[in-house]
């Protein structure tokens, strides 16, 4: 299956290349091939996300907060791409609301 996954790189704590790099290693483990973006401002993830939207993989993954939940989930609109969601912010409103764990090993 192929993923993008877009990180809004200052989300919570801040996420570095290392992190990503962990983070494509849990991705190819579960047998899935993927592209890890680490953006580092709102249009970054915008575009981003329209990129990977033009490139048709199955899932495009955000991980950040609500904020970059919808600017991902926004350039998805009409594509049948699934959204994919690692909540990576500070309050997580939208996983929280549908039950999606917050620690990323669950």
Known sequence: MRTSVIINASAGGGYTPDWARNLSDRFQAQGM???????QSGDEI??????AAREGPEVIVAGGGD????SVA??????????????LGTLNHFARDLHIPLDLDD
Request: glycine letters at 12%; a positive charge.
């Open 67 to 70: 904020g970059t939940l919808n």
């Open 33 to 39: 091939s993927v592209d890890v973006t680490l953006a």
């Open 74 to 87: 926004s350039a998805l609109v009409g594509t049948g791409i699934a959204l994919g969601v690692i909540p």
């Open 46 to 51: 915008l575009k981003a996300a329209r990129s």
